[in-house]
């Protein structure tokens, strides 16, 4: 389950554990209790295309020093764009 809030006319997604740091945000790069990855690459992969296509904002709450992102498809998948807090979204 991953939620989905509307804030300030703005999709914010709770990441939780599924991505729990804007360095789990490539496709590749699970972590590292995932039970099922292949699964999860897959899901991950339509997740952040998804997120990409909505202009969503990442809620990171186990990053210590990325607590919100953007994202940006590039050539090689999907990326980081911008870092910043909850607050920041206005």
């Not at 995932?34 to 899901?43: F, I, K, M, Q, V």
């Not at 992969?45 to 940006?72: G, P, Y």
Request: hydrophobic share 45%.
């Amino acid at each position: 389950m991953i939620p989905v809030i509307n804030f300030n006319g703005q999709e914010v997604v709770f990441a939780g554990d599924f991505i729990p740091t804007a360095a789990n945000v490539p496709v590749k790069w699970l972590a590292s209790y995932d039970l099922n990855p292949t699964a999860s690459l897959a899901e991950k992969q339509e997740f952040l295309a998804e997120a990409v296509e909505n202009n969503a904002i990442l809620f990171l709450q186990h990053d210590i020093t990325t607590e919100c992102c953007s994202l940006i498809k590039t050539e090689r998948g999907v990326k980081v764009d911008k870092c910043f807090s909850l607050a920041d979204i206005k």
